[in-house]
């Protein structure tokens, strides 16, 4: 194997904690010595080992002399565990090879300074796109404070996401929909408007044969419309529930509280609550991703200020026809020229559903 097929096996690895880790970075390592893996691990769940240690503990034979693949710098500070660097440095040894540097201020190129200085040799850059797309949510969180966010919507082939009676359920297969749930258990919120709750009534969890954990579901609801006979008012005390709103009604407050809900105040905007200031109150809360699951009126207020950072587009090849609703509504654009633009960055088959993963360019 070559040096490019040992990261590759360390990405691999290091995606087997996507949503366990949060707000921490996937990360994942694999030791080589004499052409041979002799150890191996990756970041578990957020406060336990890193990868770097946990690969070390794996070891078969001793690592004195070895190589070790990481996808990002290893850490150099005391944090929920102890540096990174000094167990590498402990362990003999004598060359590392980074995916990327670290984005984290406290890191930021000194671990890998860490390591030189102690006589290893250290390489960075190798597979640098790919182990930085694997920590987009990271970097975006930890350079902003605010979340990642990933607008997902399904459609039918002529961009309608219910029928004229407002059917809905389901435009695409049970194979897009895993991926749907995927992506909650990956990121560590999902939002909706309340619009979304009074007619579909979700449950806003996530449903896999596959350890699992539930998002924080945020509801935009200005004017504190949220049934309190809704499944997400009714699960509250079981999984966290975060009402976003304008209104100064305590009562209705206190009932949402009594609910187990989270009533969080938020200034209102020409739209609807002021997303941006949202985001700032949900960083500082530590959730560092969000799953937007909005209505078209909700979506066009996210696009519209800003805070999108990714938009997955689930596509069935279905035509519905009529005046029915769209993904994105709002008021719309009068001049080409003036369009949201996407750059796709990966498209994929989920049954007879095409998935397009873009990222959004403002």
């Given at each position: 194997?070559?040096?490019?097929?040992?990261?590759?096996?360390?990405?691999?690895?290091?995606?087997?904690?996507?949503?366990?880790?949060?707000?921490?970075?996937m990360?994942?390592?694999?030791?080589?010595?004499?052409?041979?893996?002799?150890?191996?691990?990756y970041?578990?769940?957020?406060?336990?080992?890193?990868?770097?240690?946990?690969?070390?503990?794996?070891?078969?034979?001793?690592?004195?002399?070895?190589?070790?693949?990481?996808?990002?710098?290893?850490?150099?500070?005391?944090?929920?565990?102890?540096?990174?660097?000094?167990?590498?440095?402990?362990?003999?040894?004598t060359?590392?090879?980074?995916?990327?540097l670290?984005?984290?201020?406290?890191?930021a190129?000194?671990?890998?300074?860490?390591?030189?200085?102690?006589?290893?040799?250290?390489?960075?850059?190798?597979?640098?796109?790919?182990?930085?797309?694997?920590?987009?949510?990271?970097?975006?969180?930890?350079?902003?404070?605010?979340?990642?966010?990933v607008?997902?919507?399904?459609?039918?082939?002529?961009?309608?996401?219910?029928?004229?009676?407002?059917?809905?359920?389901?435009i695409?297969?049970?194979?897009?929909?895993?991926?749907?749930?995927?992506l909650?258990?990956?990121?560590?919120?999902?939002?909706?408007?309340?619009?979304?709750?009074?007619?579909?009534?979700?449950?806003?969890?996530?449903?896999?044969?596959?350890?699992?954990k539930?998002?924080?579901?945020?509801?935009?609801?200005s004017?504190?419309?949220?049934?309190?006979?809704?499944?997400?008012?009714?699960?509250?005390?079981e999984?966290?529930?975060?009402?976003?709103?304008?209104?100064?009604?305590?009562?209705?407050?206190?009932e949402?509280?009594?609910?187990?809900?989270?009533?969080?105040?938020?200034?209102?905007?020409?739209?609807?609550?002021?997303?941006n200031?949202?985001?700032?109150?949900?960083?500082?809360?530590?959730?560092?991703?969000?799953?937007?699951?909005?209505?078209?009126?909700?979506?066009?207020?996210?696009?519209?200020?800003?805070?999108?950072?990714e938009?997955?587009?689930?596509?069935?090849?279905?035509?519905?026809?009529?005046?029915?609703?769209?993904?994105?509504?709002?008021?719309?654009?009068?001049n080409?020229?003036?369009?949201?633009?996407?750059?796709?960055?990966?498209?994929?088959?989920?049954?007879?559903?095409?998935?397009?993963?873009?990222?959004?360019?403002?």
């Amino acid at each position: 194997m070559e040096d490019k097929e040992y990261m590759q096996r360390a990405i691999m690895l290091a995606k087997l904690g996507a949503g366990f880790v949060n707000p921490n970075p996937m990360v994942g390592a694999v030791i080589v010595k004499n052409g041979k893996i002799i150890g191996e691990g990756y970041h578990r769940k957020y406060g336990d080992l890193h990868a770097e240690r946990n690969a070390l503990r794996d070891c078969s034979e001793s690592p004195e002399g070895a190589t070790m693949y990481v996808t990002l710098e290893p850490c150099c500070h005391y944090g929920k565990t102890p540096p990174c660097t000094e167990a590498i440095i402990e362990s003999g040894i004598t060359r590392v090879v980074i995916g990327t540097l670290d984005v984290n201020p406290v890191v930021a190129g000194k671990g890998a300074r860490i390591l030189m200085e102690n006589g290893i040799k250290v390489e960075v850059g190798l597979l640098e796109k790919e182990c930085k797309k694997l920590n987009r949510v990271f970097n975006k969180y930890m350079s902003s404070k605010r979340p990642y966010v990933v607008m997902k919507y399904a459609m039918t082939a002529d961009g309608k996401i219910a029928t004229v009676t407002g059917e809905s359920k389901w435009i695409t297969g049970d194979e897009a929909r895993t991926n749907v749930h995927r992506l909650r258990k990956n990121l560590s919120g999902i939002m909706v408007g309340v619009s979304t709750v009074i007619m579909d009534d979700p449950g806003l969890d996530c449903r896999l044969d596959e350890p699992a954990k539930n998002p924080v579901r945020i509801i935009c609801d200005s004017h504190l419309r949220t049934p309190l006979t809704s499944k997400v008012v009714k699960t509250a005390d079981e999984i966290e529930t975060i009402i976003a709103t304008s209104s100064d009604d305590k009562k209705k407050v206190a009932e949402f509280k009594k609910k187990g809900c989270r009533v969080i105040n938020i200034p209102q905007a020409e739209n609807g609550i002021d997303l941006n200031v949202l985001m700032e109150r949900l960083g500082e809360m530590g959730i560092d991703s969000v799953l937007l699951e909005g209505g078209g009126t909700l979506n066009y207020s996210a696009l519209e200020s800003k805070i999108v950072d990714e938009i997955h587009v689930h596509m069935a090849p279905k035509i519905f026809g009529g005046s029915s609703k769209s993904p994105v509504e709002g008021l719309g654009i009068e001049n080409i020229n003036d369009a949201i633009r996407l750059n796709p960055i990966e498209t994929v088959w989920a049954g007879e559903d095409l998935i397009i993963e873009n990222e959004v360019i403002y």
